[in-house]
């Protein structure tokens, strides 16, 4: 594994839906994947969203500030087996959303079984049990994803401090 890399990564952002705003852990996942999506903006890193079943559960939540970011609705639950999912020959994929043992998982899963290096940010990914957001994490890192935060994350995007994009991030995240 090797850190992450502007010109290689791509975010992908699962399932942050109104029908999942009941969770206790929806709000924090929201927020820190808003973070994740304003900084690859920022940084010019490519983001795809994702929408199980819209009808049923909404469309993406509004915090997470979504502008052109192409977004596909699905049925199936990884994101990478859904139609128009495209990670533009990224080589490197950030995967936040919800819910982590499921979507999040298998979309995890299937990025690493075509070979992308893929990174998950704890505090971007949420169930609605701890026990499954702890197991869902747990098998996505003995799979071979590297599990860190959404700091983390966006400090490796960065390389260095005193750039005009460093200091647009640092506010993000004080």
Do not use: N
Request: aromatic letters at 6%.
């Amino acid at each position: 594994m090797s850190l992450l890399s502007r010109e290689r990564a791509a975010l992908v952002v699962v399932d942050v839906q109104e029908g999942f705003r009941p969770y206790d852990a929806f709000a924090g996942v929201a927020g820190s994947c808003a973070k994740l999506v304003q900084a690859a903006r920022i940084l010019e890193v490519p983001a795809l969203v994702s929408e199980q079943y819209p009808k049923g559960l909404g469309h993406s939540a509004p915090e997470l500030g979504l502008r052109d970011e192409p977004r596909i609705e699905k049925t199936v639950f990884s994101a990478a087996r859904a139609e128009g999912f495209d990670l533009g020959g990224a080589e490197q994929a950030i995967v936040c959303g919800i819910e982590t043992h499921v979507c999040v998982s298998q979309t995890v899963h299937d990025l690493l079984a075509e070979g992308i290096e893929v990174h998950v940010p704890a505090d971007a990914v949420g169930s609605r049990h701890q026990l499954d957001y702890e197991r869902g994490l747990e098998r996505m890192e003995r799979a071979g994803a590297v599990v860190s935060t959404v700091e983390a994350a966006l400090f490796e995007l960065l390389e260095r401090a005193g750039t005009p994009e460093f200091k647009q991030v640092q506010k993000l995240i004080l």
